[in-house]
Nanobody, 131 residues
Framework: QVQLQESGPGLVKPSQTLSLTCTVS??????????WSWIRQPPGKGLEWMGA???????YYIPSLKSRTSISRDTSKNQFTLQLSSVTPEDTAVYYC???????????????????????WGQGTQVTVSS
């Protein structure tokens, strides 16, 4: 069974770049037809899909964050990473990595996601943006 684990700093200063890593075990991030997403949940709000990297290495981003977001991978370590630049306090959230069998067109258009859309989730990591 695949397992995902997020890691990274819990506190980031405004204007800095947030960097998180998702380490995957029990399965390869290059296995055909799986997509590896970053999702966040701000306090008191719903899940927001941020973007994903496919088994092929292709990337997908929500337009509202695309200019500040980069998702990459290290296949030798079976990890994928999120970089979010120019953070503000509005980027404070619990950040999750997750795996799905598809990228729903609505996600890229800003449609919300559900936990059931993803077969596997990391436990989440709290990131606070504050000076």
């Amino acid at each position: 069974q695949v397992q995902l684990q997020e890691s990274g700093p819990g506190l980031v200063k405004p204007s800095q770049t947030l960097s998180l890593t998702c380490t995957v075990s029990g399965g390869s991030i290059t296995t055909n037809y799986y997509y590896w997403s970053w999702i966040r949940q701000p306090p008191g709000k719903g899940l927001e899909w941020m973007g994903a990297i496919a088994y092929s290495g292709s990337t997908y981003y929500i337009p509202s964050l695309k200019s500040r977001t980069s998702i990459s991978r290290d296949t030798s370590k079976n990890q994928f990473t999120l970089q979010l630049s120019s953070v503000t306090p509005e980027d404070t959230a619990v950040y999750y990595c997750a795996r799905s069998r598809a990228i729903v067109a609505g996600w890229v258009q800003g449609q919300g996601v559900r936990r059931a859309d993803f077969g596997s989730w990391g436990q989440g990591t709290q990131v606070t943006v504050s000076s």
